[in-house]
T-cell receptor
Framework: GAGVSQSPRYKVTKRGQDVALRCDPI?????LYWYRQALGQGPEFLTY????????KSGLPNDRFSAERPEGSISTLTIQRTEQRDSAMYRC????????????FGPGTRLTVL | KNEVEQSPQNLTAQEGEFITINCSYS?????LHWLQQHPGGGIVSLFM???GKKKHGRLIATINIQEKHSSLHITASHPRDSAVYIC??????????????FGGGTRVLVKP
């Protein structure tokens, strides 16, 4: 596709449910990043992949959060047993290779946990 | 203290005015990014620089590596420039891997 796409764009769920957020990066981009952005704040790093390998997951808040990119393209961020504090905008970005290349951001998934 | 600090946090300008946004960081970096977040929420990369100056249209970004400081300038500002501008750095230390550290953003409003 022409850009990074994410789905769903909006997700409302009840506390305790699991959610899966999808990111489809720009074709051919090696690096894929997940960020979380609270209202009125800058993005916060969660995790990133080069190809299918998860290079850094130090930003994941706790073990309820996980991410995968099994074939080096589409990635899924999964949040288990959601809590209200998980409500935020979750953004995905991709770059040709690494953080010294321009990152292209997806539109984000707005997650609301009731 | 955050690794990346932006100033001002908010800025209001009249159309046509020259705008400057500042970004200071406390670590050695290999690259600095300026991003624009539109009112609708989308994020666009404006510049990536590691030295000197870059220009694109009415936007100019400069960086001083020794002083650990970067500025984003908007010349002849227009209401469509209203957005949040975010500075992000790629720390030089190996432990940083490929992750960016973001500033809190500067909210710019340009009035007609």
């Amino acid at each position: 596709g022409a850009g990074v796409s994410q789905s769903p764009r909006y997700k409302v769920t009840k506390r305790g449910q699991d959610v899966a957020l999808r990111c489809d990066p720009i074709s051919g981009h090696v690096s894929l990043y997940w960020y979380r952005q609270a209202l009125g704040q800058g993005p916060e790093f969660l995790t990133y992949f080069n190809y299918e390998a998860q290079q850094d997951k130090s930003g994941l808040p706790n073990d309820r959060f996980s991410a995968e990119r099994p074939e080096g393209s589409i990635s899924t961020l999964t949040i288990q047993r959601t809590e209200q504090r998980d409500s935020a905008m979750y953004r995905c970005a991709s770059s040709k290779f690494g953080a010294t290349d321009t990152q292209y951001f997806g539109p984000g998934t707005r997650l609301t946990v009731l | 203290k955050n690794e990346v600090e932006q100033s001002p946090q908010n800025l209001t300008a009249q159309e046509g005015e020259f705008i400057t946004i500042n970004c200071s960081y406390s670590v050695g970096i290999s690259a600095l990014h300026w991003l624009q977040q539109h009112p609708g929420g989308g994020i666009v990369s404006l510049f990536m620089l590691s030295s000197g100056k870059k220009k694109h249209g009415r936007l100019i970004a400069t960086i001083n590596i020794q002083e650990k400081h970067s500025s984003l300038h908007i010349t002849a500002s227009h209401p469509r420039d209203s957005a949040v501008y975010i500075c992000a750095v790629h720390p030089q230390v190996q432990a940083a891997g490929n992750k960016l550290t973001f500033g809190g953003g500067t909210r710019v409003l340009v009035k007609p």
